[in-house]
């Protein structure tokens, strides 16, 4: 299935397959709880999480250890890693497809959840993403992505204008207003116990 943008195209297939055979390991679950416990420290009452680009859903595994019982539900373009999610997401709560034809939700997730995944979306369509995660929330979104104050496009893994850096979060609340900085913070690729890529993350509450 064609996609509008090369990025789409470039998960659905098969680069985002690689992906996946790359990132089932689960020290990355233990790594990823250890992340979203210290991020999500400041909230309180989640009961149900969305993440936009969930690949197999390590993620929300770790969400699962963390808030035991939590409703999951996760948008994923490739389909490899839709099969993969399936096994532990209700299959009505995955959406198969890109962020930019997930249509605007009807109900509201405690937790909007995007991590390591709006690096890799074309410029031109981050408002849309920007108003997809805002519509979804309902109390808190956490952005975990590679920063930079100003907008600019490196090489990823060969490829070019597929990983672009930018203060999404700041982004964010410019265009939203009822988004409200509640903590950041960074995690290091050298950390001796949970190391994952080098990453900024930002918990904004929706007020």
């Given amino acids: 299935m064609p996609f509008e943008t090369e990025q789409e195209n470039f998960w659905a ?20 709880a250890a992340f979203l416990s210290k ?21 929300l ?11 999951l539900a996760a948008i994923e373009i490739n389909e490899a890693a839709v099969k993969r999610l399936r096994d532990f997401v209700p299959a009505e ?3 198969h497809g890109s962020i930019l034809d997930f249509p605007l939700p009807p109900r509201f997730w405690d937790l909007v959840l995007i991590k390591g995944v709006l690096i890799h979306i074309n410029p031109d369509c981050l408002p849309n993403v920007y108003e ?10 956490l952005v975990g992505e590679y920063y930079n104050p100003t907008p600019v496009s490196i090489p990823y893994r060969g490829h070019e204008n ?14 939203h207003p009822e988004m409200k900085l509640l903590d950041y913070g960074f995690i290091y690729r050298r950390d001796p116990n949970f190391p994952q890529d080098d990453m900024t993350w ?6």
Avoid: H, Q
Wanted: contains cysteine; charged residues 20%; aromatic residues 10%.
């Fill in 202 to 207: 930002f918990l904004m509450e929706k007020s």
């Fill in 93 to 95: 709560n995955v959406f």
């Fill in 132 to 141: 997809k995660l805002v519509s979804s929330c309902k109390k808190y979104l």
């Fill in 13 to 32: 297939g098969e680069f985002g397959n690689e992906y996946i055979v790359r990132n089932k390991m689960s020290a990355l679950v233990a790594s990823n």
């Fill in 162 to 175: 597929k990983l672009f850096k930018r203060d999404f979060a700041g982004e964010i609340m410019e265009s």
């Fill in 61 to 71: 595994v770790a969400m699962n250890t963390i808030f035991p019982g939590i409703e």
């Fill in 39 to 59: 991020a999500l420290s400041r909230t309180s009452g989640i009961r149900s999480c969305i993440e936009f680009g969930a690949n197999i859903g390590l993620n």
